[in-house]
């Protein structure tokens, strides 16, 4: 077996991960702890992080990286200053948000959510897509945020549903794609009903996943409905499948009405940085910095 390989077998204590960040730090005087690669990039790019002052450790080879990298940020460390930025999932709904200054939270679901609906969106909408055409296929409505958002709420009260009751269903089937452009789930699904998206979830469902049939997930939503309508889509909404839906929507309804095809890549290379000093994750995070340092 490779050494690679075996490496991705690793599950790492929080003592191991203590001393991994210790063997990695080159006297940097601040720890930024993050729960994916894709997240050390983000922030490593628009925070303007100086890596002489600061060493990004991904809170990886563990079972559950958000919580690895909320224990690595409580705790006492003599030889630098620890902060983490993590996704707020479904924390602010279910009122389990932290109130320590150096565990910070995403403005709205998760990074991805923060993305696209702190500028990157509207940007894309402005240089790329006629606004008159978006009106007329949206019935009038020019809130393309709050279309998509609508969209995507079936998927995000399922997958609320999914944690609170432990249904163990899977929802990777939702990021399936043919040819790198066709969500093949959004184009099986059409979002034609709430119905049809909580069938095709229920077809991808895990194999540890107990048998919940169709009439089950229909009855917990009647039962939630006056619970899921107080909450802010922001929170409930998976930024993922927002941004999914986003350029799925986008690239088969406006088809031969634009010279390129918006992908995924294109949503993220779209994100400027001043976007991010409009949110109270960057507040939160210069607060904390200015109290340390």
């Not at 450790?57 to 909320?70: E, F, N």
């Not at 949206?138 to 998509?148: I, Q, T, Y």
């Not at 609320?160 to 990021?175: A, I, Y």
């Not at 794609?177 to 969500?183: E, I, K, L, T």
Request: net charge positive.
């Amino acid at each position: 077996m490779s050494n690679q390989s075996s490496r991705k077998n690793l599950e790492y204590t929080l003592d191991e991960s203590l001393n991994l960040i210790q063997f990695n730090l080159r006297g940097q005087k601040f720890v930024l702890i993050v729960e994916g690669n894709d997240d050390r990039d983000f922030y490593r790019r628009n925070l303007d992080l100086d890596k002489g002052d600061f060493y990004i450790h991904v809170a990886k080879y563990c079972d559950y990286s958000k919580g690895r990298a909320i224990e690595l940020a409580r705790c006492n460390q003599t030889s630098a200053y620890f902060c983490t930025i993590i996704d707020a999932d479904f924390d602010r709904i279910l009122k389990i948000e932290p109130n320590d200054l150096n565990i910070i939270l995403t403005d709205n679901h998760d990074l991805e959510m923060d993305i696209l609906m702190f500028g990157t969106l509207q940007k894309i909408v402005d240089l790329k897509v006629d606004k008159d055409l978006v009106k007329k296929l949206m019935n009038g409505d020019e809130n393309l945020s709050r279309f998509v958002l609508e969209k995507a709420k079936i998927l995000g009260k399922l997958r609320f549903l999914n944690l609170k009751e432990e249904w163990f269903c899977s929802f990777k089937k939702l990021n399936y794609y043919v040819d790198g452009n066709v969500n093949l789930f959004f184009e099986e699904c059409k979002f034609t009903s709430e119905e049809e998206c909580i069938k095709k979830i229920l077809s991808h469902k895990c194999d540890s996943s107990p048998n919940i049939k169709l009439r089950h997930v229909k009855k917990k939503l009647i039962e939630y409905e006056k619970y899921f309508n107080e909450q802010d889509l922001l929170q409930l909404c998976h930024g993922k499948d927002v941004m999914q839906i986003f350029v799925y929507y986008l690239n088969r309804n406006l088809r031969g009405y634009r010279k390129e095809i918006i992908n995924i890549h294109s949503v993220y290379l779209s994100y400027e940085k001043q976007f991010l000093k409009n949110t109270n994750l960057y507040k939160k995070f210069n607060n904390w910095y200015n109290k340390v340092k």
